[in-house]
């Protein structure tokens, strides 16, 4: 009974919290659904686990997360805002009470979640649904905007996750994972699905999940190479030249759509980013949309209090009191606040201290370390290749509860073999 009601779980978390969103135009707090189903998530995960109590095991791994736990609380009990480092700010909401469920949806994953072949429908119906979505908001005719004449942003690719860069985020993941299964597999579904996901990342415009898919996609050449295998190396060239037909039908699409002008002007931007920087020798603050300006603030936070930060969730409020200045300057080169690092290692160092973020790397390296048969295994391949894509966009971008919780869900699978071996591809 306990692990059926694990596997309802993380059947929401997988299925209900990429969806589970409020029109980001219309309400500033479009997280606050997912907040309430992912805290009702992880008390029910927490009730079940202690009722499982003496049972429950705990690996070199799994104890490296708990001194991770036990240092989220001591920088929460001794945080510049408890309160916020408790429930999470604005409508970011990752305080303690979220890092919190996202260990329990770690550990369920690892130790209980069962396999079935709906996960696999399930996933893809999602996957596509928000592909669709996304897309159709970059071509500007998403329905929902012009049957209720909601005002958007013109060719911007949220899809259900209110911001584009998250809407990267998760598609970092997910375009690994089709390609991978394609190259082993020769079904073309899988060739149209690695398409679809690759067209709404570009939508996305998300520069820092385009590096995550690069060089996810160096590991899986790798993989090919080391494999040897002709039948992969045709289906790697599929993917190759029709990721390069996407790319060109969307960069030289008719003035008509407008995706056109908004993937030009991206490229021109990072164009200009490139030759400011090679110009100046250095790179300037409003580099890569402002993030240079914040990850210099980032580090000089570090220094007031580089043991335990200021809590979970506080970088607005320790830029604010500490750098009022540089936060004012960031603030004016991106447009907008800088409640976040933009980078989740810098986040992790300014809000839960050096020991915190050492011991984040730490957990991290361990679970990949162990995955010593990546380039002979395809089912460690699929999970590593996601995984790595996140954690390579992550240096660029920020954490957000919509898609957070499943890159952690796929730390704990990764590791959970009875799961994998379930999988055929």
Known sequence: MTNTIFNKV?????????????????????????????????????????????ELKFDKIDKTLLVLLVILFISTIFSIKPFVSIIGTGNRLEGLLMFCVYILTYYTAKYYFEYNEKI????????????????????????IYHIFNIKHLSSYSTSTFGNSNFFGSFLSMVVPIFMAIYINNS???????????????IASLARSAWVGLAV????????????????????????????????????KSPEIFS?????????????????????NGELIDTTGSGRIGIWKMAIKLISFNPLIGFGPDTFAYAGAYYLPQDMYNCCKASGVIADKAHNEYL???????????????????????KQKDIFTNKITLLFSVAIIAYLVQAFFNISTIGVAPIFWLLLGLIQNDKFKSKIKI
């Open 216 to 251: 996810a996609s160096i590991i899986g050449l790798i993989y090919v190479v080391k494999n040897a295998n002709k039948y992969m190396y045709i289906r790697t060239l599929h993917i190759i030249c029709l990721f390069i037909v996407i790319f060109a039908f969307i960069y």
């Open 10 to 54: 993380l059947y929401i978390i997988m299925f209900i919290v990429p969806v589970a969103t409020l029109p980001a135009d219309i309400f500033p707090l479009y997280n606050i659904v997912r907040y309430v189903i992912l805290l009702g998530c992880g008390i029910t995960l927490f009730i079940a686990l202690f009722k499982k109590r003496n």
């Open 347 to 369: 986040q992790y160092a300014v809000t839960i201290g050096i020991p915190g973020l050492f011991v984040y790397l730490l957990f991290i390296y361990k679970i990949l370390e």
């Open 187 to 201: 079904k073309k579904r899988y060739l149209f699905f690695s398409g679809l996901t690759f067209l709404a990342l």
């Open 259 to 279: 995706m056109s002008n908004k993937l030009n002007s991206k490229i021109f931007q990072t164009g200009t980013d490139i030759y400011q920087t090679i110009e």
């Open 120 to 143: 696999r429908k399930y996933s893809i119906f999602i996957i596509v649904f928000v592909c669709i979505i996304g897309i159709l908001q970059y071509y500007n005719i998403f329905p």
